[in-house]
């Protein structure tokens, strides 16, 4: 393979799904003793990815928990690593310690090469013995897993994520009211409801999250999903409605979900119109659920207090507001906009603590 006059290269990548396994020779015209050898492997499949999982066990009396841990191929103990954290579905609970990392895409896409390339990160993928994750004994184990590895490798505590379809979906939520300290974000996929989610969704409000759900769902009904939504409007918690909205049609193009994302969004909603109980297949696919879900890191529950805040909406005029703030609140910006645009313009930065 021979590259013409390159005066700045990064990196060159090669990719043949016939080309045999071996050496291929790099030579780039006009670079001088620049020649590369390099070797050519075949399409990465999930199998692969998931025969890169390490066991990471946990034996206890009363409960025997197993989980899979992949360990970013560049890690490197003096930087810290994300962590996403995946709960499987009820078809992958057991004790084999394999299936659920090897289905549904939930383990495997984020730690494929095309995606660690560019974020590396631990992916964690304990496996629910049997029942539910909503379970004390069961959480109890699986916080204590994560806090092995926390304190094993050079975790980013700043930047954990979980992620669940279906009971792990549930799962997803329950462990966000569990913890509500721990989590940077969320991506629950069809989940199941959750008995442990109480007070909510004032306690976990704080925590940026887009939840999935297919509203041709026949085995977790869609309204699991929309009474959820609901309650966070309810709350003045405004999200992004990325595809349909009960009977409302809304189909964001790609364009201007990037535009929401760019914007910071903290709460999307992509009701899948169509689908059935798999809208894993399309969430775990699509990469700009990855690129804002690694753009999130952990926020304080501390919400900024306005005192006097004016109820009247104004287009123009003088706003006079007054705030404090809890002193773990590091900084406040001052924005302007519409609550359902992504068009929102910087004004200020403001003392942390009052003015």
């Known amino acids: 393979l021979i590259l013409d006059d390159l005066p700045e ?13 071996g050496d291929l020779q790099l030579i780039l015209e006009g670079s001088p003793n620049m020649i590369f050898s390099t070797e050519c492997s075949r399409e990465q499949t999930a199998g692969d990815i998931a025969d890169q999982f390490l066991e990471f066990n946990l034996d206890q009396p009363d409960l025997q928990i197993k989980s899979r841990l992949f360990i970013p191929e560049s890690y490197n103990p003096e930087r810290s690593y994300p962590v996403v954290m995946t709960l499987h579905g009820a078809g992958e609970v057991g004790s084999d310690n394999f299936s659920h990392i090897r289905y549904n895409h939930l383990a495997t896409s984020w ?3 095309d995606f660690q390339a560019g974020n590396p990160c631990f992916v964690f993928s304990p496996q629910c013995p049997a029942g539910t994750w909503n379970n004390s004994s069961v959480h109890q184990a699986v916080r204590y897993l ?3 590895l926390i304190a094993s490798y ?3 505590t700043n930047r954990i994520y979980i992620t669940g379809l279906s009971l792990g979906g549930g799962g997803t939520w329950a462990y966000l009211s569990l913890d509500p300290d721990l989590y940077a974000a969320a991506i629950p996929v069809c989940g199941i409801s959750s008995p442990m989610l109480a ?13 999935f759900h ?11 999903s929309q009474t959820r939504l609901k309650a966070y409007i309810e709350a003045e918690e405004y999200p992004v409605l990325t595809h349909h909205w009960f009977r409302k049609e809304i189909n964001l193009s790609e364009n201007e979900l990037k535009d929401y994302i760019g914007n910071n969004a903290d709460l999307l909603y992509s009701e899948l119109p169509d689908v059935g109980h798999n809208a894993w297949n399309t969430a775990y696919q699509m990469p700009l659920v990855k690129k804002w879900l690694f753009q999130q890191r952990k926020r304080s529950d501390a919400y900024l207090t306005l005192d006097d805040a004016e109820q009247e909406i104004r287009i123009s005029g003088e ?11 590091a900084r406040i910006s001052v924005w302007l906009g519409q609550a359902s645009s992504c068009d929102w313009e910087y004004l200020a930065e403001l003392d942390p603590l009052e003015g």
Not at 9 to 21: A, D, G, I, K, N
Not at 199 to 210: G, R, Y
Request: charged fraction near 15%.
């Open 199 to 211: 007070p909510w969704p004032e306690d976990i409000k704080h925590i940026p999250l887009w939840n």
């Open 154 to 156: 050079s975790v980013d």
């Open 111 to 113: 730690a494929a090469y």
């Open 146 to 148: 994560l806090d092995s």
């Open 214 to 224: 297919g509203n041709a769902d026949n085995v977790v009904t869609v309204l699991t």
């Open 9 to 21: 290269l990064h990196m060159v990548c090669v990719w043949s799904e016939t080309f045999p396994p």
């Open 319 to 329: 706003h006079v507001f007054s705030f404090s703030s809890m002193d773990q609140v």
